[in-house]
């Protein structure tokens, strides 16, 4: 069963960086490309970025395009997403996900809180 | 992509009801829909892709219907458990828009 875990989150001043990371078990890691999707506060969620399984193949939301990026160690079964120049709009939960392809976000972690304020 | 606005925002309802949500494409998606739970403080949780389709061990009490720029959910005797926040996703594509979020609440 796909587990996904999240942390890094916390608060953080506004040009600041933060990285989060995502710990996977359960199932074959290098096998799936992976997501970050993240949820402002009473907002509905909003995809972030993507990362295919090898690694080579990433791609981002308008929103976050030069200031964000998504990484992955397969090795260590786990996805990053280093975040810089951070503005109090990215304030929220990130969660990283797996897309089911015709069906959904199938399967999410637990989210990492990050708000950026001064 | 298409903009997703759902309507009621809030709805109060008891144990047992019958309740509906509606999404609204701005544009014709299809059958692309996706219906999510989200309970306080918890990741969403996946209830009904391809606007109909229920994911494995969702009960059967969720519905999905609809197709093209309009889509519901119906819940058939509501239980303690689904009270919570439900969302739409426009799911032609992994960046689709989620809807703002419909919260049904206890009466």
């Known amino acids: 069963q796909m587990q996904l875990v999240e942390s890094g989150g916390g608060v953080v001043q506004p040009g600041r960086s933060l990285r989060l990371s995502c710990a996977a078990s359960?199932?074959?890691?290098?096998?799936?490309?992976l997501h970050w999707v993240r949820q402002a506060p009473g907002k509905g969620p909003e995809w972030v970025a993507f990362i295919s399984f090898h690694g080579t193949n990433k791609e981002y939301a308008d929103s976050v395009k030069g200031r964000f990026t998504i990484s992955r160690d397969n090795s260590k079964k786990t996805l990053f997403l280093e975040m810089n120049s951070l503005r109090t709009d990215d304030t929220a939960a990130y969660y990283c996900?797996?897309?089911?392809?015709?069906?959904?976000?199938?399967?999410w972690g637990q989210g990492t809180l990050v708000t950026v304020s001064s | 992509d298409s903009r997703m606005t759902q309507s009621p925002s809030t709805l109060s309802a008891s144990v047992g009801d019958r309740v509906t949500i509606t999404c609204r494409a701005t544009?014709?998606?299809?059958?692309?829909l996706a219906w999510y739970q989200q309970r306080p403080g918890k990741a969403p949780t996946l209830l009904i892709y391809?606007?109909?389709a229920l994911q494995s061990g969702v009960p059967s009490r969720f519905s999905g219907s609809g197709s093209g720029t309009e889509f519901n959910l119906t819940i058939s005797n509501l239980q303690p458990d689904d009270f919570a926040t439900y969302y739409c996703q426009q799911s032609n594509s992994y960046s689709g828009t989620f809807g703002q979020g419909t919260k049904v609440e206890i009466k």
């Open positions: 544009h014709t998606i299809g059958s692309w």
């Open positions: 359960g199932f074959s890691f290098s096998d799936y490309g």
């Open positions: 996900a797996n897309w089911g392809g015709d069906t959904g976000f199938d399967n």
């Open positions: 391809k606007a109909s």
